[in-house]
């Protein structure tokens, strides 16, 4: 069952699996980062199995002028352990499901160029490159 973090110890119990993504991250810092995100529409969800976090999810529901209201999901990640038990698509269904009960016109994620098996996946999810997303490091 999917849950949304939302008590700092929740939080906190994501972490470990986000860094798997995100490795940049502090854990001192995580749960302060979370909730200021928290205050501009960020949801951090998660699957827990035996005790422990199988998978973590962190998405928005905003609108652009060019596709009306989107979920757009800011993160993904199944921990290396539990990759390919059906965690990742389970996310995936849910945050599709979470879109269309919220509105949504479309369903949204960035993937790094780098990340072909996660590439890989999200094709047999049915999802399809549509843009090219740049960016420049201010």
Same mark, same amino acid.
């Given at each position: 069952m999917i849950k949304e973090a939302k008590t700092d110890e929740? %939080? /906190?119990a994501c972490f470990n699996v986000m860094s798997e993504l995100r490795q940049h991250l502090i854990k001192d810092e995580f749960v302060s980062l979370i909730r200021s995100m928290q205050e501009e529409g960020?949801? $951090?969800?998660? @699957? *827990?199995?035996?005790? *422990? @976090?199988a998978a973590v +999810?962190? !998405?928005? @529901?905003?609108?652009? /002028? !060019?596709?009306?209201?989107? $979920?757009? #999901?800011?993160? /993904?990640? &199944?921990?290396? &352990?539990e990759r390919s038990k059906g965690y990742g698509e389970e996310m995936l269904n849910w945050l599709k *499901? #979470? +879109?269309k009960r919220s509105g949504?016109?479309?369903?949204? /994620?960035?993937?790094? &160029?780098?990340?072909?098996?996660?590439? *890989?996946f999200y094709f047999k999810q049915g999802l399809? %490159?549509?843009c090219y997303h740049f960016q420049e490091e201010l």
């Open positions: 929740g %939080i /906190l960020y949801h $951090l969800c998660f @699957i *827990k199995e035996e005790n *422990k @976090i +999810a962190g !998405y928005r @529901i905003f609108s652009t /002028l !060019y596709e009306g209201k989107q $979920l757009y #999901v800011d993160d /993904l990640c &199944t921990a290396a &352990t *499901k #979470v +879109a949504c016109k479309f369903f949204n /994620l960035d993937s790094g &160029t780098q990340r072909a098996r996660a590439h *890989k399809s %490159i549509d």
